[in-house]
């Protein structure tokens, strides 16, 4: 089944900003079904679940481990949440595993202001309503770099350099923060840089393809920027590197643009004012990041009335009323979405030719062996070329039991 994501034309004129506030809206209907929610834990999700939540009998549960939770709380019978919010890849284990239901029915009865690049299609069926878009690109510490003359770096051989500088002056713990988590947020570090390489996942008959120049180049990168983050890097995931910025830990990282509100978050953030966005640093071909939206899906293990509530409900989450009320928490695909200035990075970076992220079956594969295999080479205990022929058996057994290599 190949997805068919219509990629955002125009969206990515929009982009990024900073800090949400409560959704300011009353509930255009009374909800009496009770619905649950599962996303992760951004505060644009934040935003959309309050706003549901004003309808009435609705509980969100925003989890940061929400991709590893959903396949199995979807597969049950009854589901147990009518609504999901994922993104490219963290849709395709619930659309191969049928545990996500057509929205057409319901786009017509209540999706009268959804806009087309909001209606993500699979062979013609809508199955995901877009809400925004994200990337990772670069945040800095403005003050920083400026008062170390440091220019902002526009490839990875610039932030090394830059990163070099800020240790040597020894104004912050570590001059660089990344989200090297092992597991999924590691195997998006290595997406994100053999993109910027030009390179290609899966080829012909889904065989691997990532043990190669670009490959190694991109490890390689990589295993040099942990060389200026904390030590415990392989924990980092993306609330650890905003803690970092917030607590004025780290000058440069390469972050999720539905994190840059957070920055000035006066409640929890000692940087308010001083981070600031520039499109993600470049590979040898485009930037090293990936395009991704976000939206919402509905279960099909539930019934019809639920069905129609959960679409509802969605439908005030994400509706204009919400994003005026918190413009700067995301790259909105909603009308009424004005970019505030913490955009800059997210547009730059779609503007540099930046590429979507390959959401597929194999892919699905490719990213999860990635996460679980890239660690070898960080830590020392396998060479790069070891590393990603190893990945790439790892993939070909996975993908032989998944159907999908011969």
């Known amino acids: 089944m190949k997805l ?22 009353e509930c255009g209907f009374e909800n009496t079904v009770p619905i649950k929610s599962l996303s992760a834990g951004f505060e644009a999700w934040k935003a959309v679940t309050d706003a549901m939540a004003e309808c009435g009998e609705f509980s969100a549960s925003l989890d940061q481990e929400f ?17 999901g919010g ?62 170390l003359g440091i220019a902002v ?43 910027g390489e030009g390179g290609q996942f899966v080829g012909e008959g889904n065989l691997p393809t990532i043990n190669n ?30 803690q970092q910025f917030q607590q004025g830990k780290i000058a440069m990282a390469n972050l999720w643009a539905s994190r840059a509100a957070a920055m000035d978050d006066a409640a929890e953030s000692m940087v308010v004012g001083k981070v600031v966005m520039a499109a993600a640093p470049m590979g040898s071909a485009r930037p090293a990041s990936s395009l991704w939206w976000d939206g919402i899906v509905l279960a099909t293990n539930m019934t019809d009335e639920q069905a129609d509530a959960a679409f509802r409900l969605a439908m005030e989450g994400i509706d204009e009323e919400m994003v005026k009320a918190n413009n700067d928490a995301a790259v909105w695909l909603v009308p009424g979405y004005t970019p505030g200035k913490l955009a800059a990075g997210a547009a730059a970076t779609a503007a540099a030719g930046a590429a979507p992220y390959p959401a597929s ?39 032989k039991e998944a159907g999908l290599v011969k």
């Open 4 to 25: 068919k994501t219509i990629l955002l034309a125009g969206a990515m004129s929009a982009a990024m900003s900073a800090a949400a506030t409560v959704a300011g809206a």
């Open 67 to 83: 991709r590893e939770k959903q396949p199995e709380a979807f597969a049950a019978d009854p589901a147990l949440y009518q609504i």
């Open 86 to 147: 994922v993104a490219n890849a963290t849709m395709i284990p619930l659309l191969n595993a049928g545990t996500i239901r057509p929205l057409d029915d319901l786009v017509a009865k209540y999706g009268q202001n959804l806009t087309p690049n909001q209606l993500i299609k699979v062979d013609g069926t809508t199955y995901a309503v877009a809400m925004m878009v994200n990337a990772q690109h670069l945040m800095y510490r403005e003050d920083i770099l400026t008062d």
């Open 153 to 195: 770096p526009t490839t990875y051989a610039e932030v090394l350099e830059a990163a070099a500088k800020i240790k040597e002056a020894g104004v912050v713990d570590y001059p660089l923060g990344g989200t090297f988590k092992t597991g999924w947020n590691l195997g998006e570090e290595f997406i994100n840089m053999y993109l």
């Open 213 to 242: 120049p670009a490959g190694v180049r991109a490890l390689e990168t990589l295993k040099a920027l942990t060389e200026y983050m904390d030590p415990e890097y392989l924990v980092s995931d993306s609330t650890y590197v905003q």
């Open 361 to 399: 079956g194999p892919m699905g594969i490719m990213h999860t062996e990635l996460g679980n295999g890239l660690s070898a080479y960080l830590t020392g205990a396998k060479d790069a070329q070891t590393t990603l022929a190893d990945i790439e058996a790892a993939y070909i057994t996975a993908a």
